[in-house]
């Protein structure tokens, strides 16, 4: 399960809430103690005055229960434990230390316990006799504190002290501030980051069509503060420029094209005039190589450069298309069953991505087997054949310009050396990417795979 939000503003916003939480996590602890010191602080001081008054006026007091206004202090021979009792060691060293201060010699030995109030004897004696506790305090779940030091002769003088309650005011009050923060700084920081992230992600969409179409058409506004204004007439700036290149690659490609196809057309009528039969057809058979190089290399320096938008095209139609042509020259090529796949391509293009895909497995491989199917949100097109592959450590270099498995320029033994590599831009320039595989059984798999 993913709980980091991938934009910029859900990333944004959920560090400044865990912030925030940390922040008013440790708000609240020290809240927290600082209250427990304040219930501790009263305690020590409530139980050190009960005992130093029964220390200095009341020494001759016989063992038993007191009466009058020191009902809480009682004098007994030994500490009895009860089951509930537990021992404070904070309240017995701050304890001792007030009563070391007030001269009570008797403070070394300082014992301080608590117990559930409704298990402590006198607390229910006095409930019985009708008389309150703690000026009526509810005692269900309170405690009582009990802090005993003893007398010269031998016994012991215990003052009991109901324990505060907690002050859960002040906690209601720190939750309800944290979530006055979290709404006012959330929403304030959704508003700024809004004013950043919405240009940006129109940026981001703007160069993902920029980058498909190479158009100008639809640049973007600047928008939003200052820096993203001047990235977004920067990103403009760019797409000028790099238009303004394309155009001009595109008019320069056209004249090189025509200056050489000419003289080449012309060439080709002038070695009619070779009377040595094969020495005209292997001049016959440069000049075609020749223009097919050329023919390849514009054909991939235009690519991408669509006048019209891609159509929706079913791949098996598209693909048996391509079978026949080679079945018509008797190339063993063959188009298995598929399922219906419809993605949106430029027709001419992926077919010539295909063809020469096809062209690539007769020719190294002696045959081919062309596929169509699904895989995920992909559209495949799968060519196979039972050649001997590719080297395992060659593969990532076949689809770069003029890079052949065959040493040899030689049309009938591989060509230029384009056909991989105008398939690969064919498929990137559709959003896919094209993928060769040695099989496990032998020979090679390249898949055309187009976003369906």
Known sequence: MRFWPRSLLGQVLLSVAAALLVAQAISAH????????????RMVGSLAVQLIAAANGSQDQRPGPRSGRRMRVEVSP??????????????TV????????????EAQEV????????????????????????QGAALTGARVMLASVPRPDGTWLTARALSPPRERAAMRGLLVQTAVLFAVLLLAMWLILRRITGPLAALTKRVETFARTQSTDGQLAPEGPEDVRRLIEAQGRMEARIAGMIDEKDVMLGAIGHDLKTPLAALRVRIESVEDDAERGRMAAGIEDITRTLDDILSLARVGRA??????????????????????????????EGPRVVARVHVTWAKRALRNLVSNAVRYGGDAAVEVLRDGSEAVLRVT??????????????????TRGEASRNRETGGAGLGLTLARAIAEAHGGRLVLANRPEGGLSAELRFPA
Do not use: C, W, Y
């Open 30 to 41: 020290l809240l927290f103690r600082a209250s427990e010191d304040r219930r501790e602080q």
């Open 78 to 91: 030994v500490l009895r434990a009860l089951p509930g009792d537990r021992t404070e060691p904070r309240l």
């Open 94 to 105: 701050a304890l001792a230390k007030v009563l070391r201060e007030e001269g009570l010699a």
């Open 307 to 336: 006048t019209e938008p891609p159509e929706r095209t079913e791949l098996a139609a598209l693909a048996a298309s391509v079978v026949e042509e080679f079945e018509d020259m008797g190339d063993p090529v063959e188009l298995a």
């Open 385 to 402: 054949d039972n050649g001997p592959g590719i080297p395992a450590e060659h593969l990532s270099d076949m689809t770069e310009p003029f």
């Open 111 to 134: 014992r301080v316990i608590s117990r559930p109030a409704l298990g402590d004897p006198r607390i229910l004696q006095r409930l019985a006799n009708g008389r309150p506790v703690g």
